[in-house]
């Protein structure tokens, strides 16, 4: 069955940068997006951004235009999203989901990667 | 790019029906016909329950249904369970952007 697995928890202090990995496996998609989705603690989902493995393009949030860059290893199908200059308010779960492209939703979600940014 | 708006929580018994309704503009839900739907548990990650407005993925419950009117889509939820108690996100499109609702938690009474 399809599976995004991500990498582990990092603490980080204000002004640095993380790169989380998003391994996909187990899928037959031909094409297909990868998302980036996080989660402040107790608040609600925010999308971020996405990356098309074929061609690398990127498409992102406003918000996040100029801090988050999205790439991927197509020969071992695994992604990374990596956020700079971190603040206090990027402490976040941060989820990868698959979308079959252009179906224009998330039908898998990696297990989340917790962020946290504190001095 | 503001957050689609749902109400912060709804309760029912046991068998009851709920509505979560989620409102956003011409730009996103009422210029596309892709909401989905999101149930979360709590410390676990979202699970796709509703996508194209109305249509279920394999293994999701029929108890489970999505509509939309304008610019307010609404999910459904009958004969309610207790393991539906959870937190529900809408989603929309909004051209090559995504944005999601504010979230609903739902309790089962």
């Known amino acids: 069955q399809v599976q995004l697995v991500q990498s582990g928890a990092e603490v980080k202090k204000p002004g640095a940068s993380v790169k989380i990995s998003c391994k996909a496996s187990?899928?037959?998609?031909?094409?297909?997006?990868i998302h980036w989705v996080r989660q402040a603690p107790g608040q609600g989902l925010e999308w971020m951004g996405t990356?098309?493995?074929?061609?690398?393009?990127?498409n992102r949030a406003q918000r996040f235009q100029g801090r988050v860059t999205m790439t991927r290893d197509t020969s071992t199908d695994t992604f990374y999203m990596e956020l700079r200059s971190l603040r206090s308010e990027d402490t976040a779960v941060y989820y990868c989901?698959?979308?079959?492209?252009?179906?224009?939703?998330?039908?898998?979600w990696g297990q989340g990667t917790l962020v946290t940014v504190s001095s | 790019q503001s957050a689609l708006t749902q109400p912060r929580s709804v309760s029912g018994s046991p068998g009851q029906s709920v509505t979560i309704s989620c409102t956003g503009t011409?730009?996103?839900?009422?210029?596309?016909?892709?909401v989905s739907w999101y149930q979360q548990h709590p410390g676990k990650a979202p699970k796709l329950m509703i996508s194209?407005?109305?249509k279920r993925p394999s293994g999701v419950p029929d108890r489970f249904s999505g509509s939309k009117s304008g610019n307010t889509a609404s999910l459904t939820i009958s004969g309610l369970q207790a393991d539906d108690e959870a937190d529900y996100y809408c989603?929309?499109?909004?051209?090559?952007?995504?944005?999601f609702g504010t979230g609903t938690k739902v309790t089962v009474l």
């Open positions: 989901a698959l979308e079959t492209t252009a179906t224009k939703k998330f039908d898998y």
């Open positions: 187990g899928h037959t998609f031909t094409t297909y997006y």
């Open positions: 990356i098309n493995p074929r061609g690398g393009s990127e």
């Open positions: 011409s730009s996103d839900v009422g210029g596309y016909n892709y």
């Open positions: 194209d407005v109305s």
């Open positions: 989603c929309s499109s909004a051209g090559t952007y995504y944005v």
